[in-house]
């Protein structure tokens, strides 16, 4: 169920914590990169939080870079880096391509990508997600292709803990609560790790007026 609804900020500025020790909602100061993420697990089953962002991930310039990655994902998107915006985002459900969507600054779903390569190479709807990786490597031998970007979305809380977040030292998330009738309010949660562990949560606090439009 689809719900429409418009916000109104109150009048105040964000209440700011910073945790450096102790506890935030079952997430663990000192805490390794893999405990933390287990934690954000279970805080999401509690939050109705689905994903977490990696902030600062680079793009990938080609598919080796994300070839142990994928599986720990359920989206991915490529687009090009130069010229004319041509991108096409690819959702995976269980071991299979749920939907492919292609175009420009709208893409619209496709039953394959690209459409213009062999059969043999080109990404197809209820392909196996386990030979994505080798449809890439080909797709990107292809000249018109050899310069897109790969995007990996945020990292879904549902897959198991993918060890290159280790490689990264800012995550971020948010979630909802229902304050009162009329009334909401959002926590904006960044995790700083460092040294191979959480080594402080920041949480930005808003409350905002709620009406049906």
Not at 102 to 109: D, F, T
Request: hydrophobic letters at 35%.
């Amino acid at each position: 169920m689809l719900l429409l609804f418009s916000c109104k900020k109150e009048n105040n500025s964000p209440r700011v914590e910073t945790i450096s020790k102790g506890s935030k909602w079952g997430l663990q100061i000192g805490s390794s990169y893999s405990d933390v993420y287990t934690q954000l697990q279970q805080l999401g089953k509690e939050k109705n939080v689905h994903d977490v962002d990696i902030v600062r991930q680079p793009f990938f310039s080609n598919p080796d870079e994300i070839k142990n990655r994928i599986a720990f994902y359920n989206i991915i998107s490529l687009e090009t880096n130069t010229g004319k915006l041509e991108r096409v985002i690819i959702q995976f459900e269980g071991d299979k391509i749920s939907s492919i969507d292609a175009g420009a600054a709208l893409p619209k779903e496709s039953p394959k990508w690209p459409l213009d390569v062999p059969d043999e190479i080109a990404i197809y709807k209820n392909d196996p997600v386990n030979i994505l990786y080798n449809k890439l490597k080909a797709i990107y031998q292809v000249p018109a292709y050899k310069n897109y970007q790969i995007i990996l979305a945020s990292k879904p809380l549902g897959k198991p803990f993918d060890p290159a977040m280790a490689n990264y030292e800012e995550w971020a998330f948010s979630f909802f609560i229902d304050v009162k009738p009329g009334k909401t309010g959002r926590s904006s949660v960044r995790l700083y790790l460092k040294n191979g562990k959480l080594n402080k949560i920041k949480h930005e606090y808003e409350e905002f007026d709620v009406y049906n439009s």
